[in-house]
């Protein structure tokens, strides 16, 4: 393998690691995701298929798109410092529930027929006070950094 193909192998890797992680997390230990947590898998499905596409293109070729996928990467930290706001209650987010505004028995209706999700506001799990979104904060940002330095270096 040549080394034009190790850092879109490693965003491929990292992405389909991340969604697994969150998808074991789903369904294997029962967390339920809020929006947010379902918006940060978002940047990582993005990666992942620009790592592909760069994987199909001439090594010379894939600067702008391992770039693209760098920028996801670090949006997705910037969605996370977000969530882990609304989690601190550092500001109000629409999927934290009501906010203390009164609620219409058509919202209470509609709300039952949702499926059963997590609030943004509290979280599903947490290490020592470190919840899933903080750790994405640094994991993210930690691959924005590395893709974007490699990309802009080495290609």
Request: proline share 5%.
């Amino acid at each position: 393998m040549t080394s034009s193909r190790l850092l879109p192998l490693f965003v491929l890797v990292a992405s389909i690691g991340a969604l697994g992680i969150a998808l074991v997390a789903q369904y294997g230990f029962g967390l339920k995701p809020c929006e947010l947590c379902l918006i940060q898998r978002v940047p990582f499905a993005i990666a992942g298929l620009l790592a592909l596409v760069a994987l199909l293109r001439p090594p010379d070729r894939q600067r702008l798109t391992m770039t693209l996928a760098g920028l996801a990467f670090l949006v997705n930290s910037a969605i996370a410092f977000y969530h882990v706001g609304v989690e601190q209650k550092w500001w109000v987010s629409a999927c934290a529930g009501s906010g203390g505004q009164n609620v219409s028995v058509a919202d209470l209706a509609s709300l039952m027929q949702k499926p059963a999700e997590g609030r943004c506001d509290e979280p599903a799990w947490e290490w020592h006070g470190i919840t899933m979104a903080a750790m994405n904060i640094v994991f993210s940002g930690g691959l924005a950094l590395v893709v974007l330095a490699a990309s802009r270096r080495r290609i």
